[in-house]
């Protein structure tokens, strides 16, 4: 099956090259590669960029203290984002531009913008997820002291992410997810004053560099091999099927690349730092935890799908990007059963969402995996936004302080109870379509050599019944019994109850965008129109009807389970915890003790090693520095004063002396008589013409 | 009449001028004194103008500004010279010693 797959995309690729007439390279023909559109979509990661330094440097001066520019550059975004969907949706867009801006020795260095299904598909999710949180935004980050300086990183972020999808190399995707790095770490320490949010900051931050490290050497490795750093000379070896340097590296080439992955999407072990970063405004978790940048990985295994769908080349990475993916999202969704704090188990849950894209693409199931991607950035960052809303109202994270909220909220309540439908996959809701189709491709891979990928299936049906339960406790907890809180609850403000509209309008609808069989613009989107990338990718040709009559009631069994336990209103937490497992319920309440034991075994020795060694470096390497660099001034200002003093100074009163000198001399000759100076001058004149007459 | 004549003529009055320019102590004798010294030079410039035969006769027309200039510069002085005697009730030069060192 696959040989005839690379056999179909060679054609394409060498009718491609040839200019030839074969079925694929008229399909490829059609599409829009040039034109002002797609030229100039370059403007999209461009413009929020430009915005985030101008609202640092006249942000406190313009309108709405930058957030008119922050929600305006957003606005474009999610416009051109649009109406390049649009385009793609009727024609299909495919373009790549880059410029050159460096070179190291054969490698050329480039930058610039890929327009194509993938891209365009985060360009859309990216404007219209980013421009409903910025408006949203607004009203959540109201009164805040750094509240232009948020928006500021915000706009960073944005840029990022949208540096990193419009990325055609794997120099510019570093880039953009360097940027993303940055800005998360900026935005979950935005309440610094409490040390425990500067933590978690560092927490993100290191993980994401350990994994980083993984994606640079996986980047080296494949840009060495195949000469180029753009991913699609990458994807033409692999479509070729060349033997050389790249197949012969292309595991490990393609496990460090996934290493990076697992870092910035959360998998685990590499999951810890995103519970921790929901220590930063709710409007971040939904954008940046939720539905953008742990998305960065899952969008980089779709890059360079290829690479790991042949078995040449690193198809047995494919395997340990099942398990890991498997893994968690089976075990990361019972912690979220566990957890007090709202915005916690919605992390939770995202972690292990992502572990079904991620297991998806292990399963080889490029579009079921994007599907996923691009349902759950609408569902979750609805849900994230609602529990900001919550959050707004009773001015606590915790469940405990919650309860009874659907009669104070019900804009809130609503939209929530959508979101949560969409995530545990009822139908017609938009997680129904993706999970279906990543259980359906799990199914499909297992049944077409992939052992592992029928075990991953068992794991991916537990999860879904996992999702229900703990979105059914939550909600039970969150909205129904009797209010705990202090104070009375109230509904948002309509500027952030309208963006929780606009999301569950698509966490609604965003699902009915690839119904397998019968309407699948998705597909075409991501998968026909990225030439070469998708191919290989199995589309499921219908419902999996055995499936879905296995999960959907495990689904409302889990919805009915949660709703048995707490549905009914008690006053205690202990109370309601009555019915805790004897041995899961402390290992999940204590996050399988991984956060612990990566403090125990990696942080606390390296900590107060690195700590020591930085002291000591501060205080012999640099003080010394700082005291030479001091002691020499000291003795450059004595060279200055001495030369100022006694070489300048004497040669100053010297001349002034000189002058009063020669002048007292020389007074004595004017003695006011005209006479006598009419003599001189005479005299003057007689001794130059006796000159004149001598000479 | 050879030209010795008239510039030994013009050497006695520019020594008489210079005498009188030295030693007078009223200052309109030494404004006298020096219209003298000028009348010596502008017979110099006529003399050597008539002896070089020079064509455009530069020294007649010399001679002619200096005379124009002389009288405008006596104007000029003797009205400094009655300020002078208005204030002092004297013009006597040797009593004029304010630019003294």
Known sequence: MMSTLFTFATQIHLAA????????????????????????????????????????????????????????????????GTVLL??????????????????????????????????????????????????????????????????????LFAGGMLV??????????????????????LLIGHYWEDYANVDAANKAFMVNKIADAGLFLGAIIMAVSVQSFRFNDVIDVVVRGEAGMLSQYAFWAGLLLFIGAMGKSA???????????????????????????????????????????????????????IVVGGLTLFLMGFLAITQKDIKKVLAYSTVSQLGYMVAAMGAGAYTAGLFHLFTHAFFKSLLFLGAGSVIHAVHSNSVDDMGGLRKYMPKTYWTFIIGTLALIGIFPFAGFFSKD????????????????????????????????????????????GEYKGHGEPHESPAIMTWPLIGLAVFATTAGWLNIPG???????????????????????????????????????????????????????????????????WPLWQNLYYIDDFYMAA???????????????????????????????????????????????????????????????????????????YAAFSFLGVVAIAVLFIVL | MTVVQFTLLATVLFSLGLYGVLTRKNA??????????????????????????????????????????????????????????????????????????
């Open chain 1, 602 to 676: 990696i942080v606390r020795p390296t900590k107060g090693a690195i700590a020591n060694a930085v002291l000591w470096f501060d205080l012999n390497v640099i003080d010394a520095v700082v005291n030479g660099v001091g002691a020499a001034s000291q003795v450059l200002a004595r060279v200055t004063r001495w030369t100022d003093e006694d070489v300048v100074d004497s040669i100053y009163n010297g001349a002034g002396a000189l002058t009063e000198a020669s002048g007292s001399v020389l007074r004595r000759n004017f003695s006011g008589r005209v006479q006598q």
């Open chain 1, 86 to 155: 649009i385009l793609n949706w009727t024609q299909g867009v495919v373009y790549y531009n880059q410029i050159t801006v460096g070179e190291i020795g054969d490698l050329v260095i480039e930058w610039g913008v890929a327009v194509d299904g993938l891209s365009i598909m985060m360009y859309f999710l990216v404007g219209v997820v980013g421009f409903l949180v910025f408006t949203y935004a607004k009203g959540y980050m109201k009164g805040d002291v750094r509240y232009t300086w948020f928006f500021a990183s915000f706009s």
């Open chain 1, 518 to 584: 019968m309407f699948t613009p998705f597909t075409d989107w991501v998968a026909t129109r990225v030439p070469l990338v998708g191919l290989g990718d199995h589309h499921p040709e219908g419902f999996d009807i055995p499936l879905i009559l296995i999960v959907t009631p495990l689904v409302l069994v889990g919805v009915g389970i949660g709703w048995w336990l707490y549905g009914k209103d008690r006053d205690t937490q202990a109370e309601r915890d009555s019915f805790r497992i004897p041995v899961l």
């Open chain 2, 28 to 101: 309109v004798l030494v404004l006298a004194s020096v219209e003298l010294m000028l009348a010596a030079v502008n017979v110099n410039l006529v003399v050597f103008d008539v002896y070089l035969q020079d064509a455009l006769h530069a020294g007649q027309i010399f001679s002619l500004f200096i005379i124009a200039i002389a009288a405008a510069e006596v104007g000029v002085g003797i009205a400094i010279v009655l300020l002078i005697y208005r204030n002092r009730q004297s013009a006597d030069v040797d009593q004029l010693r304010s630019m003294r060192g």
């Open chain 1, 437 to 480: 189709e990543i259980l359906a491709s799990m199914k499909y891979a297992g049944g077409n050599g992939q052992d592992v990928a029928n075990f991953i299936l068992v794991l991916g049906i537990a999860g879904a019944f996992v999702t229900a339960f703990y979105m059914t406790r939550m909600v039970a907890l969150t909205f129904f």
């Open chain 1, 267 to 321: 998998q685990f072990p590499l999951h810890v730092w995103l519970p921790d970063a929901m220590a930063g405004p709710t409007p971040v978790s939904a954008l940046m935890h939720a539905a953008t940048m742990v998305t960065a990985g899952v969008y980089l295994l779709g890059r360079l799908f290829p690479f790991y769908f042949s078995d040449m080349f690193a198809g047995d990475v494919r395997n340990i990007i």
């Open chain 1, 164 to 185: 990193l999808v419009a990325s055609p190399n794997l120099i510019q995707l570093i880039v953009g997810w360097e940027m993303v790095g940055v800005s998360s770490y």
């Open chain 1, 17 to 80: 090259e040839e200019g030839g007439h074969s079925d694929g390279a008229e399909e490829l023909s059609g599409f829009i590669d040039s034109g002002p559109i797609v030229e100039w979509a370059w403007l999209i990661f461009v413009v929020p960029l430009v915005a985030a330094f101008l609202i640092v440097l006249f942000g406190k001066k313009s309108p709405f203290k930058g957030w008119l520019m922050a929600w305006l550059s957003m606005g474009f975004v999610m416009v051109y």
